[in-house]
């Protein structure tokens, strides 16, 4: 099993950053792609980026584009969410997950989440 917490979360004024982190622990060898999601009140939980553990290579959801990076620290077994230009639609509990595979299903393992807040 692969366990994950994230931290990093807060509130901050549209326009401001935060930088999410997500460190993994347990049978790390098993990781191939790890990603970021989000829940905001009332919506379904949606893809906001991941990142092929090996390769570095990742994928972003078109609202993100060019305002959030993330990136790992293999060393550290971490992943990263930099967060610029929030806007409030950016608001959410925002989830790290992993696979073993290219998709990222439910049934995967997922942290346990961190409240991001963007005022206007």
């Known amino acids: 099993q692969v366990q994950l917490v994230e931290s990093g979360g807060g509130l901050v004024q549209a326009g401001g950053s935060l930088r999410l982190s997500c460190a993994a622990s347990?049978?790390?060898?098993?990781?191939?792609?790890m990603g970021w999601f989000r829940q905001a009140p009332g919506k379904e939980r949606e893809f906001v980026t991941t990142?092929?553990?090996?390769?570095?290579?990742?994928s972003y959801a078109d609202s993100v584009k060019g305002r959030f990076t993330m990136y790992r620290d293999i060393a550290k077994n971490s992943v990263y969410l930099q967060m610029n230009s929030l806007k409030p639609e950016d608001t959410a509990v925002y989830y790290c997950?992993?696979?073993?595979?290219?998709?990222?299903?439910?049934?995967?393992?997922w942290g346990q989440g961190t409240q991001v807040t963007v005022s206007s």
């Open positions: 347990g049978r790390t060898s098993s990781i191939y792609t």
């Open positions: 990142i092929r553990w090996r390769s570095g290579d990742t």
């Open positions: 997950a992993t696979s073993s595979g290219m998709a990222i299903r439910s049934s995967d393992y």
